[in-house]
Each structure stands twice: as structure tokens, then as C-alpha cells.
Nanobody
Framework: QVHVVESGGGLVQPGGSLRLSCAAS????????MGWYRQAPGKQRELVAT???????NYADSVKGRFAISRDNAKNTVYLQMNSLKPEDTAVYYC???????????????WGQGTQVTVSS
């Protein structure tokens, strides 16, 4: 069984910072890309940032220069450092991990349950 669990959300004032973490655990053969999406009330889920197994990163234009994604392969963990937060960053943030459960299996995306980030004074 595989679990993907986020942590680190919360309430922060505009201009503040938060660091989200997401750890994959269980019977995992290898991890491909990992990343973060977010969904604000009444809006569709949108890409925030992704990182490949080779550490290539991709960001939404709205977060470039403010957010940084990184990963620790030894811990099966991906991080999202969020700086200069704005009220429009308020959303539930979801982590995903592209996992292979065996050498011959295809890659499946596993999702976390989401963590709330609220930016408000």
C-alpha cells in the first residue's frame, strides 16, 4: 500500500512564508516526477510546480520567483518553499508523486489529501 501525505499548511500573513512537505511511503520501486497543484474555492485545480527525477523544475507563471520546489530522494519527499505569499495564493495544495511499484509496472500518479494554505491579515 502506498501513502502520499502533505504537511506544513496553515495561516500566514501577506508577505510571509510557508514550507510544504510531501512524503511518499509504502512499497515503492521508484519515483518519477513529483509536484504540487492547488485549488481555490470555486476554481479549477491548477499546476503550481513540478520537479522531475532529474531535478528539472517547472512553475506556474503566477508563482515564479516566489516559490521553489525541491526533493529529497532519500526520503521520498518533495518540498514547496513559498515566499512573498499573497492572498490569491490561498487554496488547498495537493501533492502528487509519479510512482512505479515494480520494475515492470507503469508510472501511476498518487495524490495526497491536500493541505490548506490561507494568506490573510
Amino acid at each position: 500500500q502506498v501513502h502520499v501525505v502533505e504537511s506544513g499548511g496553515g495561516l500566514v500573513q501577506p508577505g510571509g512564508s510557508l514550507r510544504l512537505s510531501c512524503a511518499a511511503s509504502g512499497s515503492i520501486f521508484s519515483i518519477n516526477a513529483m509536484g504540487w497543484y492547488r485549488q481555490a474555492p470555486g476554481k479549477q485545480r491548477e499546476l503550481v510546480a513540478t520537479i522531475s527525477s532529474g531535478d528539472n523544475t517547472n512553475y506556474a507563471d503566477s508563482v515564479k520567483g516566489r516559490f521553489a520546489i525541491s526533493r529529497d530522494n532519500a526520503k521520498n519527499t518533495v518540498y514547496l518553499q513559498m515566499n512573498s505569499l499573497k492572498p490569491e495564493d490561498t487554496a488547498v495544495y495537493y501533492c502528487y508523486a509519479g510512482l512505479k511499484l515494480s520494475m515492470l509496472s507503469r508510472i501511476y500518479d498518487y495524490w495526497g489529501q491536500g493541505t490548506q494554505v490561507t494568506v490573510s491579515s
